[in-house]
């Protein structure tokens, strides 16, 4: 094997992570979204770690058939909904749920003839405006929704929040309280909360949360990482020392030469780099474990390797495990370090990368 980066999976925390998810949702189902392939996790192999969700959310109708194909008979949420008049046909053969968000699908919809019943979402812009039609054409949506025979009559209630994770911010308050104005006297399921949502507006539980980040352990608030919520890292992603190499203080590292050394000191090379979806952006400072001494990256992350400051490590030997991330070093010091979120760095490990499964 040429490369030795390696992705794993802890499938224990997933479950563990999804049943703490149940005892903070109280009454309400758990959709557990799976998009960008399981937050960078792997659909297939997550999915089944979350079998006992009610329902699985996914950002297009292939995922939807991967899980299909995978023998999953979870409800289905395709959360943008249909592309193209085709798309129906393709959800119903699926089984899968539709989130309408925009009059060009509710035209799609209304012109379909003896098509059977599609199971809908109807998505209210209550602030963030993104996707979703204006909450005060809640009434005439679902109205009109119910009238169409290729609808199933029911239907649910969505929004989506655009500040959540800012516990204190009124922005999230108004957010739901548009939506109860808009939806005071429709009939039908509602769900309002993402990850951040759960944890910080206990008044936005709903019927239904929608849950991301916290199922792969991934902090959803500034500061603070899964662990903080009792959440645990699914995923760590690790690589090995491929060399140790004894520089002179006023020698300089890498590309661009951006790191002087302030000591002789031995300098490990690791079998990473931003091919393998560890950030270009990561600056020197930024954490690594070397077995379980810190180590940090010095110089410029390349496309198949970074470099290491061993002082704090001085035990380290080639081929000593290295770990970029996991729940020793929670992705959100990291992601902290390069300038970034957590969501973005487990999304970003590429193919190349090998995963395994604990």
């Known amino acids: 094997m040429s490369r030795t980066a390696i992705a794993t ?84 053969r699926l089984n899968l749920e539709a989130v309408i968000h925009h009059d060009s699908q509710l035209e799609m919809l209304a012109a379909e003839r003896g098509a059977p019943a599609l199971r809908v979402w109807l998505k ?20 009109r929704l119910r009238a169409m025979p290729s609808v199933d009559r029911d239907i649910a209630l969505m929004t989506h929040f655009a500040s959540s994770e800012e516990f204190d911010n009124a922005m999230t308050a108004r957010q739901i309280e548009n939506f109860e104005n808009a939806t005071r006297d429709i009939a039908g399921e509602r769900a309002l909360s993402n990850s951040a949502g759960l944890l910080g507006w206990p008044r936005a539980r709903g019927d239904w949360v929608r849950v991301g980040g916290l199922l792969y352990g991934l902090s959803v608030a500034p500061d603070k990482v899964g662990a903080d919520f009792g959440f645990a890292p699914a995923m760590t992603l690790s690589t090995r020392l491929i060399a140790i190499n004894r520089i002179q203080r006023g020698e300089r590292i890498g590309y661009g030469a951006m790191y002087e050394c302030t000591d002789d000191m031995n300098v490990g090379i690791a079998a990473i780099g931003y091919g393998d979806g560890y950030p270009r952006s990561a600056p020197s400072g930024t954490p690594v474990l070397v077995h379980d001494a810190r180590a940090a990256i010095i110089g410029r992350v390349s496309m198949d390797l970074i470099t290491l400051d061993l002082r704090n490590a001085p035990n380290a030997r080639v081929g000593d495990v290295v770990t970029l991330w996991g729940p020793q070093l929670p992705v959100e010091i990291v992601a902290r370090h390069a300038g970034t979120i957590s969501y973005e760095l487990t999304c970003g490990v590429t193919r190349r990368v090998l995963f395994a499964e604990d």
Do not use: Q, W
């Open 124 to 143: 209210l812009d209550t602030g963030m405006h993104r996707l979703g039609f204006p909450a005060m054409r809640a009434a005439e949506l679902h109205a």
């Open 9 to 92: 999976i802890h499938l224990d925390a997933l479950r563990a992570n999804l049943a703490r998810i149940r005892a903070l949702a109280g009454n309400a189902k758990v959709m557990a979204v799976v998009k960008a392939d399981a937050y960078g996790h792997g659909l297939e192999r997550c999915a089944r770690a979350l079998t006992d969700a009610d329902a699985f959310g996914v950002a297009s109708i292939a995922d939807g058939l991967r899980l299909r194909a995978a023998g999953h008979r979870n409800r289905i949420v395709v959360l943008s909904g249909p592309d193209a008049a085709s798309d129906l046909a393709e959800m119903r």
